[in-house]
């Protein structure tokens, strides 16, 4: 992994961390890193996706970080619910957002 090291201290992340973020040990996460191992393509759909950039610029073979579809990614109702707020007057987004915060915060 040419670039994951990079992306990781962009981050502010440990490799404890990230090895967590992608539910590897830290030792693999360090192998990465080092280019002993590679991660399979779903992991390096994972990682890509986790530091918004695409496989080719992750691996090496791009320069320019690429566009990553994040939307694919997004449940049915997740969406639905961007497109929802996004019809909303600002007036409204803003009271849903003071909502959603409040709620949230409820849950810690």
Do not use: H
């Amino acid at each position: 992994m040419i670039r994951i090291f990079e992306l990781r201290k962009e981050r502010g992340l440990s490799q404890r961390e990230a090895a967590k973020i992608f539910g590897v040990s830290q030792g693999t996460f360090n192998n990465w890193e080092n280019s002993n191992t590679q991660p399979s393509i779903e992991q390096l759909i994972s990682i890509a996706r986790f530091f918004e950039v695409s496989v080719d610029y992750l691996i090496g073979n791009a320069d320019d970080v690429g566009v990553i579809n994040l939307i694919s990614t997004l449940t049915p109702e997740q969406r639905e619910v961007i497109s929802l707020f996004s019809a909303l007057p600002e007036s409204a987004r803003n009271a849903t957002l003071t909502v959603l915060r409040q709620m949230y915060q409820g849950t810690n």
